[in-house]
């Protein structure tokens, strides 16, 4: 039989609402006599700290880490290191999980690359560049250089006329002054 605090908390007419997730909910969770009553509002992010932190470490090096594993590295609950993640992934700290190919693994998606070497009219173009570019699904990384080059974009491509597409449409942009695309011919490494 639960304690009478206990009971009072549980019978509490707010926690039905809290439960229920409705529009006033900041209100009465502000105005609820037990602290462990208020439930975190949905997309309310505290201010990350060292704990969250190491939580974000971990599952850098390695994303299918368990919750289990991940708790028993920084000495907390299973419960609790899935209450940060979750939160962390609803006020999109945490925005996905991703595989990265080795060199050895398989050739996903188009099985060709190339370099774009991107010259712009001056100033510090890249960034509006970026923009026009990050987008597209095949772009594998964007660098921003020093010295006569200005941007190179590294892509893969199926067939030779998306790469003619990609270039036609950075050549449209009025801060490309020239665009050079350099098919790969063999990658050693």
């Given at each position: 039989?639960?304690?009478?605090?206990?009971?009072?908390?549980?019978?509490?007419?707010?926690?039905?609402?809290?439960?229920?997730?409705?529009?006033?909910?900041?209100?009465?969770?502000?105005?609820?006599?037990?602290?462990?009553?208020?439930?975190?509002?949905?997309?309310?992010m505290k201010k990350i700290?060292?704990?969250?932190?190491?939580?974000?470490?971990?599952?850098?090096?390695?994303?299918?880490?368990?919750?289990?594993?991940i708790g028993r590295r920084?000495?907390?609950?299973?419960?609790?290191?899935?209450?940060?993640?979750?939160?962390?992934?609803?006020?999109?700290?945490?925005?996905?999980?991703?595989?990265?190919?080795?060199?050895?693994?398989?050739?996903?998606?188009?099985?060709?690359?190339?370099?774009?070497?991107?010259?712009?009219?001056?100033?510090?173009?890249?960034?509006?560049?970026?923009?026009?570019?990050?987008?597209?699904?095949?772009?594998?990384?964007?660098?921003?250089?020093?010295?006569?080059?200005?941007?190179?974009?590294?892509?893969?491509?199926?067939?030779?006329?998306?790469?003619?597409?990609?270039?036609?449409?950075?050549?449209?942009?009025?801060?490309?002054?020239?665009?050079?695309?350099?098919?790969?011919?063999?990658?050693?490494?």
């Amino acid at each position: 039989m639960p304690c009478k605090a206990c009971r009072l908390q549980r019978d509490h007419p707010a926690n039905e609402a809290i439960r229920r997730n409705v529009p006033a909910l900041r209100q009465l969770a502000i105005a609820l006599p037990f602290p462990a009553a208020r439930a975190p509002i949905q997309g309310e992010m505290k201010k990350i700290d060292d704990i969250d932190v190491k939580i974000l470490e971990i599952l850098s090096e390695d994303a299918r880490a368990s919750i289990s594993e991940i708790g028993r590295r920084i000495h907390k609950s299973r419960t609790a290191v899935e209450a940060r993640i979750t939160r962390m992934e609803e006020a999109r700290v945490i925005q996905g999980y991703r595989v990265v190919l080795g060199e050895q693994g398989p050739r996903v998606g188009p099985a060709n690359e190339a370099f774009l070497i991107i010259r712009h009219s001056g100033g510090s173009d890249c960034h509006i560049i970026w923009k026009e570019i990050k987008q597209h699904p095949n772009v594998v990384e964007c660098h921003s250089l020093f010295g006569p080059l200005d941007l190179i974009i590294k892509m893969r491509y199926a067939k030779f006329e998306e790469l003619m597409s990609v270039k036609e449409h950075l050549s449209g942009i009025t801060e490309v002054r020239e665009v050079t695309i350099c098919p790969v011919l063999k990658t050693w490494s």
